[in-house]
DNA sequence: GTGTAAGCGAGACGGTACGTCAAGTCTTCCG
DNA sequence: CGGAAGACTTGACGTACCGTCTCGCTTACAC
């Protein structure tokens, strides 16, 4: 859980090296970082219900009062925590053929879902986000409508290779193909398997007048 | 949320009257029924974190202890209330034409999640089993499964009926057809629309064959 | 500091025996002494600043929420405390004559506020009387008042006898006689020793021509 | 509440105009006047608890750390503020006849204590001195000292005019003098009017073999 | 005239205690 | 014996100040 050092303010800009405890230059990164981790930590060892923010701040070795300057609340923690992580754990490849975007993909995602660390931080915040539309409007703009953008690139790249029709509504093709995934994560709880996920790939590929590959 | 008069224990029974609020006979109708429509008013009103057992108790006008008698946690309670006004609120009908069926039970699925007081149990019940994973066990028990095949027996009449071929995997093709509806609800929040359920069912004509019926 | 078994709410009244921990015959009696010894214990080992609802609470083994159920601030533990102490620490004895008595009181009185635990307590109460008017005005009422009755026993018994002339502002001549004590000790911080005390009972004796007797 | 523009290390000497926030030449006199003229506001407008050191650094526009660099407490801060304006609002005046001064001085401290604002800093020191050894300590040695001096003044200028008998113990007259002044303000609470300290002033001088004046 | 060092406003930091809320347990009395 | 009442312990909540700290700015003397 190696994490970036940037803010949270304003991602993706790079700062100085922050040696200090608190200034006028603003937060301390140190601080940031291990409240970040003791969040996800405590989520990963104890679940949900586990993580306080009396718990994330003994464990960070940070006064509760700071935690409470930078979040609102603990699944605001949590989000950051997970936006830091998710990065590293989810990319879409590209191997110039659909099938196999597709199926490396699916396989990547479901794996995501439900078997690492990050997935568990996922399934904790979506959960989150039904209990509290506020939280799942702002887990949606912050995450979720990237996670859509990727969850779609296969599909556009295919477009333009020209290898599907254009016309196709994109976001309901890749509900289609997300959708049970995520339902049987979320609902059911059975394993998704590879064959589960390659029968999805197959029946969109069927859909669309393609040929499925030979099993890799 | 008009709820029987009946026992959980007996369900189906008539019994005598019971109004008394304390006695040798058992526990007290009227306590248990207060108690599951104080929980679910609460979810609706003020969404689960205002769902508390001594607000429920309060709202009810029963003894905390009462409610710690019957039941052991919060949710549990919300399940029992789930379990009793769900029945009401999805029903899968038979037009003996699959195309039909499927259209209309998925129209109703989209209804039941998004829109039903049900269905912001069901989201709640849902959420909390990402949580709690005894609890996912015993929702999927007492609930899921029978969803499930409720699910299913669109498909599994269709069978019945010569409409599709046998050898199919029902329960792949079942959460090829709900998963969307699922995660629409659960993750993106879109609405789920008709034309959004009627592609999901076109989609799962033309895979085997058989064609789409006009718009009704 | 053995304390009577009796409530905080109706001082005086006798009460059954209290065996139980939290019922609906009300609260415990245990939870009541042992909040209020150790509220003057931490008083008297750790002065004013070293008394909080959070240590009472510890060191009572009990919980805050108990104390605040009870009692609304510190200080009001405190002056229930020393309400049940100071009875057993202060009295006025009757020797059937004037200067005796009075030479007896204003000792025993400069003792118990410069050298007793009870004294600690007061100082510690009046002091903050200066802070908060609203805890004046009731730390009089239950307190002071009745103990500017005591400190004019002596004289109201003298005038019975017809030892002092009738017509007497008694307020007026007991501020004279008590005052100077209580500014030593509250203001000056100086030793208040028998010389002090006696003479103060001299000068009130020639004040209203009666003749000091040898000394004691 | 006028300051002089004095500091407090050499009270009394003149200095240049200080306006500068930083400088290597010793501390900002601006900062000085505005941190006790701060600290004195929130005493009359919010009592006691209201003061803290956050709440005069905001109000004094100042930073903690400029408090801190120069005060230790905030009842440093508030006895520093008492010493500027004390000087002003108490002072004894000399009419060359000892019951006048008595009488004029009595009065006038009587006002001080129970309704100058000054007075309402006094009764907070003298409250926390209770609370606090050390400060009692500091209190006395940098005021109390010297207002026993000023108390004594009437006495001791008697004394050289011949209207006392030398070998007189002043301080015990003095306390029996203004005992009961302060015993009023800080226990009782009672008003203290002009028939109290008249009556005080006479018992002393009937005390004393001298004849009190008509009343002006 | 320029560097350097002290005082300053600002404000983040690790803490302690506050007063509140709900959880879940217990004991009693009533019907 | 079930239920109403409600006191109890526990633990987390979110807030307010505490006293410490680091930083960058603003001087005015010392070089």
Redesign the pocket.
């Known amino acids: 859980m190696a994490r970036a050092t940037q803010t949270t303010g304003t991602p993706g800009t790079g700062r100085p090296a922050a ?10 990164e140190q ?2 970082l291990a409240v970040l981790n003791a969040a996800d930590d405590l989520l990963v060892e104890k679940g949900f219900a586990g993580v ?4 994330i701040a003994t464990r960070a ?6 935690i ?3 979040w609102s ?2 699944t605001g923690v949590l989000m950051d925590a997970f936006l830091q992580d998710v990065a590293e754990d989810l990319t879409v490849r590209d191997h110039g053929d659909l099938a196999r975007d597709l199926r490396t993909y699916l396989r990547e995602l479901a794996w995501f879902l439900s078997s690492s660390d990050s997935g568990a931080v996922f399934r904790a915040l979506i959960a989150h986000a039904q209990h509290d539309p506020a939280f799942a409007e702002d887990f949606r703009s912050r995450y979720l409508d990237d996670q859509r953008g990727r969850d779609r690139l296969p599909l556009e790249r295919a477009l333009e290779r020209g290898e599907l029709v254009p016309g196709l509504d994109l976001a309901a093709e890749t509900d289609q193909l997300m959708g049970p995934v995520y339902y049987r994560v979320l609902v059911t709880g059975e394993p998704v398997g590879q064959e589960f996920t390659d029968r999805l790939v197959d029946a969109f590929l069927h859909r669309h007048g393609l040929t499925a590959p030979a099993k890799d």
Not at 52 to 55: Q, W
Not at 61 to 66: D, E, F, N
Request: glycine share 14%; hydrophobic share 20%.
């Open positions: 040696r200090h405890h608190g200034n006028r230059h603003g937060r301390s601080a940031r306080t923010m009396e718990g070795g940070v006064a509760k009062q700071t409470y300057r930078w609340t603990k």
